[in-house]
């Protein structure tokens, strides 16, 4: 894949009310390195909307905000979110031919929705927020300058039968995330969010360097080292997800060897001298 297929900017104002496709499963007959094979969108509902399907595709809901009722596996659930910055997640984890109905109890109630081909057959799961545990990543390390909460919802060790990994990561304003460098064989997709309309951060994809704002989306080619970091000020949020490979399932990644010295608690790096209190 070439870099530029990588940046997929989205809209300055936000995703229009409806479904908008941000990348499209090329649905080949062999799964490869080359494309990531998730159909991935953003689905925005008005209050009282109503979205029902049976997709034959193995899919998640993530909600990113608002207030819905949900029915599947002869189960209503309702599911709220105010801030993909300080709650953490809410989502439904679907396999293929599994119908649900989705009603919006708010104005604006927004997804994301990802999908991929799964011939396994398994019973719906919703996660919500007591059943996921923050990870804060990188305290104690480089002076605290890539601490960051990432937010697990499933992986190969919680859903064997999935072809997807979900999670969310929250950059606190000027730290870094996906830190150090690392890579794995798998595609990967990371969209963004920030605190502030005028938010961004930089994508590190290789060499090359991304600037990102709010409703972007970057594809991450696989084996390509990456790391992000937001600019201060502004908190960034990243949803990301993995499509497994056939016979190479994702269980972790690499970290880039000459930045590794990173991840020793008793080496700090530079020490700058004092700087000048603010007056």
Known sequence: MARTDSFLPGPRAGFPPGYSAITRAQKVAVVTTAEPEMDFGIRRTAAGEI??????SETAWMLLHGEAEMEFAGRRETV???SLFDEAPTALHLG?????TIRALAADTEWAIVRTVNERSFAPTLYRPADLKPEYR???LVQVACLRNVRLIFDRATRPEANLVLGEVVNYPGRWSSYPPHHHDQPEIYHYRFTHPDGYGHAELGDEVLKVRAYDTVII??????AQVSAPGYGMYCLWMIRHLPGNPYTGFTFAPEHTWTLDPSQPGWLPPALPSST
């Open 51 to 56: 979205v029902a399907e049976t997709h034959a």
């Open 80 to 82: 709220r979110r105010q």
């Open 96 to 100: 293929p031919a599994s119908p649900v």
């Open 138 to 140: 990188g305290a104690g």
């Open 221 to 226: 080619p696989a084996g390509l080292a990456h």
